[in-house]
């Protein structure tokens, strides 16, 4: 199976909070052959993790040790390039779901599933909105 997750899924594989289990779930119990992020999610996820560290969830020492795990299992990742097609996507899609509250990362993010829509067979997020756009542009997600 070939996986697209977003920055709020791939947190919940290295930080355990609610629905982390069934995330894990996922990647455990199916035949991953291609994890497909996001570059944007290099940097979203270690803003994520200094977010938590700011709110007293994390301490410095674990950030630095879940950067590190993270950086590590890069290589097994395949990065998708934020391009000027990602970004000409992006715009429309905030044209397209600006009242539904879809805002720029996140676009990007849609974006970039909706560029990997041949190549993914499941698109991840714990954002309930994303969840909600991935489900209108008709890509497969899981339930949770």
């Keep these: ?8 899924s791939l947190v919940k594989l290295y930080h355990e909070e609610k629905d982390s289990e069934s995330f894990k779930n996922i990647i455990v119990n199916s035949s991953v052959s291609s994890i497909f992020l996001s570059e944007l999610t290099r940097v979203e996820f270690l803003s994520a993790l200094w977010k938590k560290r700011r709110q007293g969830e994390l301490t410095t020492e674990i950030v630095r040790q879940i950067a590190g795990l993270f950086e590590g299992d890069a290589l097994q990742f395949t990065f998708m390039p ?9 715009c429309d899609l905030v044209s ?3 009242l539904e509250g879809l805002r720029s990362l996140d676009s990007i993010q849609l974006a970039t599933a909706l560029a990997l829509k041949d190549e993914a067979d499941l698109f991840l997020t ?6 909600t756009l991935l489900v209108k542009e008709q890509l497969p997600t899981a339930t949770r």
């Design 126 to 131: 714990s954002d309930k909105l994303l969840q």
């Design 1 to 8: 199976m070939r996986l697209f997750l977003d920055t709020s």
């Design 82 to 90: 934020l391009d000027n097609d990602i970004v000409g996507s992006a």
């Design 96 to 98: 397209k779901y600006g």
